[in-house]
């Protein structure tokens, strides 16, 4: 285990436990976490979200990115397809990407605090929420990312255990999981509130020069 990633799951809590499972639970099989994940989420019945899901969304990108984009939850193509950010916000998001150099699946990974969609696109209810953080938790622990951008309030709020706005809490670094971690709108809310695509273009500048100075 790198230094870096023992620093993460140390600033979780997790480390004792990670390092004990690893042991314990994966002593004769060279099972990857990667592939524990995967077995385990698209299994999970810790929430009711998975009564009503089709089928669970992990995550996608590069797993070892120095970019983790975090969003909410998925919504109705994203539990059709399996992936997260599809459709028009989806390529919004590709687009703001491609303008910073960066592109899905090449030093980004993306995923959202959910893996399963609320029925109705509903606002997650907070068990749900804690009963998944853990494969978030995780994600972060196995990719290492230099950088976190939480996309939306409700990811926002989520990761940063805060009621505030987003717009109070953009335009400067948090630390989630002893990651630094940097707030904007989420690509599906810039789709409705054009002039707020400048706010989070200087976003994801301020999520470069952090990535640069990290
Ligand atoms: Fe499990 Fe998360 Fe899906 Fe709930 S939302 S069933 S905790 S994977």
Redesign the pocket.
């Known amino acids: 285990m790198s230094d870096r990633r023992l620093a993460i799951l140390k600033e979780m809590g997790l480390a004792p436990v990670w390092r004990l499972k690893r042991k314990t639970e994966a002593p004769a099989t060279e099972e990857s976490d990667w592939i524990r994940l995967e077995r385990e ?1 698209p299994a ?4 009711a ?2 009564t009503s ?1 089709t089928q ?1 969304v992990l995550g996608v990108g590069d797993r070892e990115a120095d970019w983790l984009l975090v969003g909410e939850a998925p919504g109705a193509e994203e539990d059709r397809l399996g992936e997260p950010f599809v459709g028009q916000a989806g390529r919004l998001l590709d687009n703001m990407l491609a303008a910073i150099g960066l592109a899905r699946g090449e030093n980004v990974y993306i995923a959202n605090v ?3 969609r609320p029925p109705g696109n509903r606002n997650p209810e907070p068990g ?1 929420v804690d ?2 953080t853990p ?1 978030l938790l995780r994600q972060i622990a196995l990719i290492q990312p230099k950088i976190i951008v939480a996309m939306g309030r409700f990811a926002a709020q989520t990761l940063l255990g805060s009621d505030a706005t987003i717009a109070s809490l953009r335009g400067r670094v948090h630390r989630y999981a002893g990651v630094p971690l940097v707030v904007t709108y989420h690509p599906a809310y810039l789709l409705r509130n054009l002039p707020d695509k400048a706010k989070a273009w200087s976003d994801l500048l301020l999520a470069r020069r952090t990535v640069a100075g990290g």
Not at 44 to 47: G, K, N, V
């Open positions: 989420v999970c019945t810790a929430c979200l998975h899901r669970t959910l893996k399963c749900e009963r998944c494969f």
